[in-house]
């Protein structure tokens, strides 16, 4: 099975990235298959709210600005599973994970049987800094997008710079969850 894990810092080294190649070892050690995407290398801006607010997302689910989105979205189609980690900033989610999600949330909310997330578990985790301030209100706009999308809340997970050691291996064990409970 396939698992994707969406990443939005700028920095290949961080926390954010600490946290990915745990989620992607609880994957792979447990006979799936992960997908890494890296918001930050792609060409995504910001939903343009086309004509009167609605463009082609809420009825063709599709978006009709043409970049990096319309590839990334046709790739989570056949994705079992979903993990994604955002650093925290200013207690919310990153730039690039909410200009993914709020696009990929528009295309998807009412996309009925054909939303290519229904009934799929997602993994959220926001990775913050020393302070951890605003850790649960950015782990809040997931769990909306995650409502809004119908899928499976399976877990919420915050990680500090002070909770990172055990918090590391959280993460791997709920991908690794994961992982056996979609065979
Ligand atoms: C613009 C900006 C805003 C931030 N806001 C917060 C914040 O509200 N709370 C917090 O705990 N850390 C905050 N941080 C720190 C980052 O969440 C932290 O450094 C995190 O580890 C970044 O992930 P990375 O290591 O993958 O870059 C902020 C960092 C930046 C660049």
Redesign the pocket.
């Known amino acids: 099975m396939k698992i994707t894990i969406i990443t939005s810092?700028?920095?290949k080294d961080?926390?954010?990235?600490a946290c990915a190649e745990q989620a992607r070892e609880g994957i792979v050690q447990n006979g799936g298959e992960a997908v890494l995407i890296s918001l930050n290398d792609l060409n995504i801006p910001s939903c343009s709210a086309c004509n009167n607010g609605w463009g082609t997302c809420r009825e063709g689910h599709a978006c009709q600005v043409k970049d990096d989105f319309q590839a990334t979205h046709a790739s989570l189609k056949d994705s079992d599973g979903l993990i994604i980690i955002s650093?925290?900033?200013?207690?919310e989610l990153s730039e690039s994970a909410k200009n993914f999600l709020d696009r990929l949330r528009r295309c998807e909310a009412f996309s009925g049987d054909k939303n290519i997330l229904a009934g799929k578990p997602v993994i959220c985790v926001a990775?913050?800094?020393?302070?951890?301030?605003?850790?649960i209100s950015c782990l809040e706009s997931m769990e909306r997008f995650v409502v809004h999308l119908r899928a499976v809340k399976y877990d919420f997970i915050a990680i500090?710079?002070r909770s990172r050691q055990y918090k590391l291996k959280t993460i791997k064990e709920a991908a690794a969850s994961m992982c056996l409970g979609l065979k």
Do not use: D, I
């Open positions: 810092s700028p920095n961080g926390l954010t990235a650093p925290v900033y200013w207690g990775a913050a800094g020393g302070s951890g301030n605003g850790t500090t710079q």
